[in-house]
């Protein structure tokens, strides 16, 4: 409970809330306390830094900028629609008083009694620049031809690059926007059929995986002619390999074979089956019928 204690608010027993809205209304005090003693009158005590270095009109010391006060705020009229608010301030060297307002024209602060401004501002246009604030809006363009010029220059640019570009978004938006129904039924049509063209294919793999015992993780490559010459290719060349080797193993068992004459009877056959095997070897390779490319390959 003292943990809490700072948190809390006391009501006094005749309090209502119905009827006093807040603690603040049931004493008779503003929300801003102190600071709104003067608010009866459009006056609200603020703390004001000045914003530049000043002269007291009466005391003649210097103020730096920087330094605050208790103004009395108020607003004094306005600018369009931004207020113009004063700052009335009481010298902490003297008793005299000195004001201070926004111009929001020139989007600064302007001393208006009491005091006098430090003069420190620098000049571009006596240094070959130009000048920052323009107080003459109303002053029309120093060369009417250049100003003649940047417009029909605009006017052209509008007329070839803007307005085109213009209609061609239009275009666009009504391409796609025209009729949104027909669209998506376009959509969704051409969704379905690509669904069924993947199904299909991926049946179709799943079916090759399963003849060949191929993992079912194993991304196969799609069907088209270069795929398919490629593999024709590979299979050519596999096939002459294969038969280069069994050219080769026959050639050895031929000329390691020894030749026997071929027995009458079924004892001779018994009495040397080492030749009987050769024999039986040889005519399996000799009537060995050749390799066939696959169906896809064909």
């Known amino acids: 409970m003292q943990g809490k204690s700072g948190f809390n608010k006391y009501y006094p027993p005749d309090y209502d809330g119905e009827k006093h809205k807040s603690l603040n209304a049931y004493r008779g005090k503003h ?26 009109g009466t005391c003649n010391n210097h103020i730096g900028m920087g330094v605050r006060y208790n103004a009395e ?8 629609s931004t207020p113009i608010y004063s700052f009335r301030c009481k010298c902490h060297l003297c008793d005299s008083w000195f004001e ?17 401004q430090k003069d420190e501002e620098w000049n571009p246009e006596e240094n070959g620049g130009f000048a920052i604030h323009d107080p003459d809006a109303n002053a029309g363009p120093a060369d009417p031809l250049a100003a003649l010029e940047k417009s029909t220059t605009a006017q052209d640019h509008v007329n070839k690059v803007q307005i085109p570009r213009l209609e061609s978004l ?3 938006s009504d391409r796609y926007n025209g009729d949104p ?13 690509e669904k069924k063209i993947d199904a299909a294919k991926r049946a179709a793999d799943d079916q090759l995986k399963g003849r060949y015992g191929l993992p079912e993780t194993l991304q196969l490559a799609a069907e088209d002619d270069e795929s398919k010459s490629a593999a024709r290719e590979q299979w050519e060349r596999g ?60």
């Open 31 to 56: 929300a801003l306390g102190d600071r709104a003693r003067k608010l009866d009158k459009g006056i609200l005590i603020t703390r004001f830094e000045l914003p530049f270095n000043i002269w007291c």
């Open 170 to 172: 239009q275009d666009v």
């Open 181 to 193: 129904y027909a669209l998506s039924t376009l959509v969704r049509k051409r969704f379905r059929a």
């Open 100 to 116: 201070i307002q926004t111009d929001p024209k020139n989007t600064r602060y302007v001393v208006v009694s009491g005091a006098r």
């Open 239 to 298: 096939r002459r390999e294969h038969e280069a080797r069994t050219s080769i193993r026959r050639a050895r068992l031929q000329s390691s074979a020894i030749p026997l004459s071929l027995p009458s009877t079924s004892s001779s056959r018994s009495r040397d089956p080492l030749a009987l095997l050769k024999a039986r070897v040889l005519s399996n390779t000799r009537h060995s019928s050749t390799l066939k490319p696959p169906d896809g390959l064909k």
């Open 73 to 80: 705020k108020k607003k004094v009229g306005s600018y369009y």
